[in-house]
């Protein structure tokens, strides 16, 4: 990579960057930044277009205008798909025909191991992978036999397999019962103490709150806010989504009401 | 087992077995990617290919193939580009295939409706030696593809989305997994027949599933179905002269049938496991209370 030591260029840049799906504009020229190490979060209502946008950066999305680099590298040209952790926006893990934990976190391998076997150190990775997401004990259990919230875990562990070095997550949280919020939470917190970058779209800050360094607010395709997360309590800060606080982390900042604008 | 004496039987136990192999081996890619019906879409439209072959005097297996592989490659190009009516396009294209079967066999000197018959339902017992070496060359290349790649097309086929961002060529996967689907069709093609050969890809898939947690136990466990049901209707159809193709696809059905039923206590046994290796102070199951149990025993 062509980074200077000392002053890595960021992970993720966004610079003008605008989507349409059909003809409907969904992004109007946003920019994004995400640093080494940083955990960023992309709010805003349904529609704003914060999936899209998450979207337009793995390639999913054509670009219709704009610049994206990843790792300082343009996006058409970066190939170096290890450094990337992906969980897109599902609410199952399974497919078609059942599958179990380890099978489908053995996937998320591939961009290590691409056509080649899988090593023994593969096979310890998919493992610690899961034990990550507190799933070890059955991790031989098909995903079909899971909850929602097992489910999210299992999209986590297989992003996590190839000990990626930035994380895109697409909700992670959306459908997940009490208890999986909070492993999630810890996984979260464990890789980005280990320095890992995050970038995950979220509905509401809930329990990831004390981890989010920066939130990217977007309404209808623009980028409104970029700063300190918004740290009101209620509808004001995300138009149309309660926002729900199920238990204050003892390690948690004070939660400050305030407007955000 | 005096029917191995026969030269003809073996040449099509030899066929039935590889169509056993190869056909559950990629239908359950598939049926993972929920496209189960691909099978039938491809064996219409090899149905052109046949037609074409005795038109031009060829080999039929072999030119349906080739039709058959460019068939799948444009439904796989369909659901790229396809925007929202790809159903309409895939519709026009299985019934174009049939169609065109029926016109180019009728316009061929030598072809017949009843020559169509055979491979529209299969035709075991006149399975010749260039059949043989076509299946046998055909179905080394599925078994390669299938296995080889397994991780690969699991991946792609479980998510394709996930797939692309782990960088692997999904396009290229996604054109195999068609392309090897449609050479499966012309393996089939003379065991089963055309109409009947998407339930040999897709039922021993079902079956297996009914017993199996894993990818792999399900893959193993629908190509052994696979064998012992097209082995089961070749040798059936010796003895009780019925059609072979469709004792073997009664067969597979009859399978699904006897597993799903086997499979039921055996999922009970199963969760009943799981809820034993749960904590053992913290039952994960409604608990009647002991006296309350006792006084409904009474009450009965």
């Known amino acids: 990579m062509s980074s200077e030591p000392g002053r890595p260029e960021p992970v993720i840049s966004l610079r003008g960057v605008r989507a349409e799906l059909g003809s409907r504009p969904v992004l109007r020229g946003i920019d994004l930044t995400v640093g080494h190490g940083e955990v960023v979060a992309l709010l805003g209502a349904n529609g704003s277009g914060k999936s899209t946008a998450i979207r337009t950066v793995i390639g999913q999305v054509p670009v219709s205008a704009g610049e994206i680099e990843l790792f300082g590298v343009p996006r058409r040209r970066f190939d170096d798909w290890r450094r990337v952790g992906y969980v897109p926006q599902r609410t199952t893990a399974a497919g078609g025909v059942p599958a179990t934990i380890t099978e489908v976190v053995a996937s998320g391998r591939l961009s290590r191991a691409r056509f080649g076997m899988l090593r023994k150190a593969d096979h310890v990775a998919v493992q610690r992978a899961i034990a990550l997401v507190g799933l070890a004990d059955r991790a031989k259990d098909s995903v079909n036999a899971l909850s929602g919230g097992q489910h999210q875990r299992v999209l986590i562990a297989r992003a996590l397999a190839a000990e990626p070095e930035l994380l895109i997550m697409d909700e992670p949280m959306a459908g997940v019962d009490l208890a999986s919020q909070e492993v999630l939470a810890r996984t979260l917190r464990e890789q980005v103490a280990a320095g890992t970058t995050v970038l995950l779209v979220l509905h509401e800050l809930g329990p990831l709150e004390p981890l989010i360094d920066r939130a990217v607010v977007l309404r209808d395709g623009c980028v409104t806010h970029d700063g300190p997360p918004p740290k009101a309590v209620g509808q004001h800060a995300l138009p149309g989504h309660d926002h729900v606080h199920p238990h204050a982390a003892h390690d948690a900042e004070p939660i400050r009401t305030g407007l955000l604008s | ?300």
């Open chain 2, 1 to 300: 087992m005096e029917f191995l004496d026969y030269a003809f039987m073996q040449r099509a136990l030899l066929a039935a077995v590889l169509v056993g192999i190869t056909a559950p081996a990629i239908g359950i890619y598939l049926v993972q990617r929920r496209q189960a019906l691909m099978g039938d879409g491809i064996g219409h439209v090899a149905m052109t290919g046949v037609g074409l072959g005795f038109l031009l005097n060829t080999s039929p297996v072999w030119m349906a193939t080739g039709v058959a592989v460019i068939g799948a490659v444009m439904m796989e190009l369909i659901r790229w580009y396809g925007k929202t009516r790809g159903d309409i396009a895939l519709a026009m294209l299985f019934y174009g295939g049939m169609a065109g079967g029926v016109m180019f066999i009728n316009l061929a000197p030598t072809g017949s409706n009843a020559n169509l018959t055979s491979y529209l339902f299969g035709s075991l017992s006149t399975v010749s030696e260039s059949d043989v070496t076509a299946i046998c060359v055909l179905a080394a290349f599925v078994v390669l593809v299938t296995i080889g790649l397994r991780r690969q097309l699991f991946a792609v086929s479980q998510d394709e989305e996930f797939a692309r961002v782990t960088g692997l060529p999904v396009r290229v996967l996604n054109l195999l997994t068609a392309i090897t689907a449609a050479i499966t069709v012309t393996v089939a093609m003379r065991v089963v027949g055309l109409l009947l050969v998407s339930a040999l890809m897709v039922v021993p898939v079902a079956a297996a599933q009914q017993l199996t947690r894993s990818f792999a136990a399900t893959f193993a466990v629908a190509v052994a179905i696979g064998v012992s049901v097209t082995i089961g209707g070749t040798v059936t159809s010796y003895y009780q002269d019925v059609p072979p193709g469709a004792t073997i696809v009664l067969l597979t059905i009859g399978a699904f049938v006897a597993l799903t039923a086997l499979a039921t206590p055996v999922a009970r046994r199963r969760a009943r496991a799981a809820a034993a290796a749960q904590t053992a102070g913290d039952p994960a199951e409604c608990v009647i209370p002991a006296s309350r149990e006792a006084a409904g025993k009474a009450g009965v």
